[in-house]
């Protein structure tokens, strides 16, 4: 009874350890897109800058669960939960292609275009990773840096 109480602790210890999610596609259609400016403690999302009008994809497959105009800086914007518990969000599109509760596909699946609405100087895709539902309270934003190593658009200098 122990021998089995100790062996399913150790299965259970091995599961919550292993990482949620390590490989995302790379979310603007085009390979001569780039990151123009990465993560840093002033700006916790992943700047992607591309010709307006460039579709965008998600990181990952997932729900869609906002869609549409916000007075955040952000514009046009797509929030996107992922399976892993994570969300990713992309910012100052030119419009959506989307909407909430559509279940969207990762690297393929196009979810709006590059623009430059909201706060933007440029066109591009402003791509945050949260860990928790974005903004609330207690959630916060990874590198998402950390997760972009695969997809068909993904620039041959980033492979
Ligand atoms: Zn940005």
Redesign the pocket.
């Known amino acids: 009874m122990t021998k089995i109480f100790r062996a399913l602790s150790l299965a259970l210890a091995v599961a919550i350890t292993i990482p949620a999610t390590t490989s995302a596609s790379w979310p603007v259609q085009s390979r001569t897109s780039y990151a123009s ?1 990465y993560y840093h403690s002033g ?1 916790r ?3 992607i800058a591309a010709t307006r009008g460039t579709g965008v994809v998600p990181l990952g497959s997932g729900t869609v669960v906002f869609a549409g105009w916000r007075n955040n800086c952000g514009g046009y914007q797509v929030w996107v939960r992922h399976s892993s518990g994570r969300y990713s969000a992309y ?1 100052h599109l030119s419009g959506e292609t989307t909407y909430s509760g559509e279940y969207v596909t990762g690297g393929s699946e196009r979810i709006g275009y590059v623009g430059s609405t909201g706060c933007a100087s440029g066109a ?1 895709v ?1 791509v945050e990773v949260w860990t928790g539902y974005p903004w609330r309270t207690g959630s916060y934003r990874v590198n998402p840096w950390n997760y972009v190593d695969s997809g068909y658009w993904l620039p041959t200098r980033y492979r």
């Open positions: 400016q700006h999302a992943l700047d910012y591009h402003h």
